[in-house]
DNA sequence: CGACCGTTTGATCCTTTTCAATCGTCGTGG
DNA sequence: CCACGACGATTGAAAAGGATCAAACGGTCG
């Protein structure tokens, strides 16, 4: 039990020692997984990095949109605040991940971005930006591509919210959190949950006990096994059955 | 009984009849309803315009992405679409809107957008995005803000979805609409939906029976009157109550 | 050790879905 | 012109799924 935690731990495997105080936009073309363009200019574009504390704002609701951020390390939570005060998680950002994107439309931040642990991200100047695509066509592409996946990452969500069941909603959160941790090199099957059940409830539209008792149903017919915010998938393929049949029942279908 | 409808019926030719083959961006920029750039350039570049027949599919799913779209008249059904065959409505695009802008991340769309009515669209090449954003400073920050706002209008869809209850996601449905209808020089108070009720469902995750029934309630607590497809909003603030006592009430709040 | 915070679990209530039947409208063909 | 059939919309009754209220548990930190 408590060899599992340690080793599920996923970020100290990679500790922030080397983290650099800027990042070239090769290296930030491969950090956000889209082909670098061989372009030499990539090599020579350099963008600054910041640190953010765990529990600390990076991007507060209404606040001037003066930059993108991207993930170089670190783990986010970020959330859209209605006027009236209520919430909505928006997604779990980490390596590779953008932050801010909602704010270029208007020229302010409509979602809030807090870290939920000790993060790196990359920050790219709105004015940069402009600067940029306008200099080097390789960095507009770069740039359209960051922000249309985060389109694409919302419709998805879109999809769970109105579409799934609560099991299935956490099914599906379960498997997207394991790609991603796998995607970065730690484990795909053992992880620790970074975020409250609170977070998981704002984020799949459930109230924190459906969360819990949703969570207690998959480890009890053993597709998983949790212990507070360790968590083991033990039968991936089952999870995904469980997504896909709840799909293919409650969802309406095309044709 | 309608003497636009009249007038637009017997004649084969185009029904907008000043539409033009194409549109220079300046234009493009008023449409989107961002403020135009005094940039000359923005007058000297032109797009083509297309028309799209009532039930054509504009985009489908897993189709490469040759073209972003804006719509200038017209009415879309936007969806997208699991593996699975499952679909989720993802909004109505129309006058103004944006299609298209999720397929950039990829190279291929996720989601599919198909006219309700006789629309026509301006046509933007992917290759001239990145090439206008390299010639003209104005462009690439009109298309930023392009591609963002398709970002902060799901986020706000995440919020009706994960957050609101039946009744409130339908009362800020027609409000939505309500306004939309208006910025387009509409009547803000009487409009006709162009979607069914499975539409309706789809967008909002709930079954097409709830949908009806909530349009029924709402009609018995005299905020609204519906008949078919024509919505009168007859007490605007008493929904737009409804929508934030919801929000209250059932969503989780900051702090 | 004790208090606090996040989590788990149980019982009950409320909302939404499901299943089923009916109605109304529109388009088609007799 | 009317009858028919198809499709979309409405309405009702029963069932399922989450939410709510309430209580207890388990780690963590002072």
Same mark, same amino acid.
């Given at each position: 039990?408590?060899?599992?935690? +340690?080793?599920?731990?996923?970020?100290?495997?990679?500790?922030?020692? #080397?983290?650099?105080?800027?990042?070239? =936009?090769?290296?930030?073309?491969?950090?956000?997984?889209?082909?670098?363009?061989?372009?030499?200019?990539?090599?020579?574009?350099?963008?600054?990095?910041?640190?953010?504390?765990?529990?600390?704002?990076?991007?507060?609701?209404?606040? %001037?949109?003066?930059?993108?951020?991207?993930? &170089? /390390?670190?783990?986010? &939570?970020?959330?859209?605040?209605?006027? /009236?005060?209520?919430?909505?998680?928006?997604?779990?950002?980490?390596?590779?991940?953008?932050?801010?994107?909602?704010?270029?439309?208007?020229?302010?931040?409509?979602?809030?971005?807090? =870290?939920?642990?000790?993060?790196?991200?990359?920050?790219?100047?709105?004015?940069?930006?402009?600067?940029?695509?306008?200099?080097?066509?390789?960095?507009?592409?770069?740039?359209?591509?960051? #922000?249309?996946?985060?389109?694409?990452?919302?419709?998805?969500?879109?999809?769970?919210?109105?579409?799934?069941?609560? %099991?299935?909603?956490?099914?599906?959160?379960?498997?997207?959190?394991?790609?991603?941790?796998?995607?970065?090199?730690?484990?795909?099957?053992?992880?620790?949950?970074?975020?409250?059940?609170?977070?998981?409830?704002?984020?799949?539209?459930?109230?924190? %006990?459906?969360?819990?008792?949703?969570?207690?149903?998959? +480890?009890?017919?053993?597709?998983?096994?949790?212990?507070?915010?360790?968590? %083991?998938?033990?039968?991936?393929?089952?999870?995904?059955?469980?997504?896909?049949?709840?799909?293919?029942?409650?969802?309406?279908? =095309?044709?």
């Amino acid at each position: 039990m408590n060899a599992t935690l +340690a080793a599920a731990a996923p970020t100290p495997i990679r500790p922030y020692a #080397i983290a650099a105080a800027s990042m070239d =936009a090769h290296t930030l073309a491969t950090l956000l997984h889209l082909d670098p363009d061989p372009d030499p200019v990539l090599h020579q574009t350099a963008f600054a990095t910041r640190h953010v504390r765990e529990k600390e704002t990076l991007i507060r609701a209404g606040d %001037e949109c003066r930059n993108l951020y991207v993930v &170089r /390390s670190g783990f986010f &939570r970020s959330s859209y605040l209605d006027r /009236s005060g209520s919430i909505q998680g928006l997604g779990f950002p980490m390596t590779g991940d953008t932050l801010g994107a909602d704010g270029l439309a208007t020229g302010r931040h409509t979602a809030e971005a807090v =870290a939920l642990d000790c993060s790196e991200v990359v920050v790219i100047p709105v004015a940069r930006l402009t600067a940029l695509s306008r200099s080097h066509a390789a960095l507009a592409t770069l740039f359209y591509r960051l #922000i249309s996946r985060e389109i694409v990452r919302d419709q998805c969500s879109l999809f769970l919210l109105g579409s799934l069941g609560a %099991e299935a909603r956490v099914a599906a959160f379960l498997l997207d959190l394991s790609d991603r941790f796998c995607a970065l090199g730690y484990s795909r099957t053992m992880f620790n949950l970074r975020m409250t059940r609170q977070d998981i409830g704002n984020y799949l539209g459930l109230k924190i %006990e459906t969360v819990s008792r949703i969570l207690s149903g998959l +480890a009890q017919q053993g597709l998983i096994s949790v212990h507070h915010r360790a968590v %083991e998938i033990l039968d991936p393929a089952a999870l995904r059955l469980a997504v896909e049949d709840a799909a293919r029942r409650t969802a309406p279908r =095309a044709g």
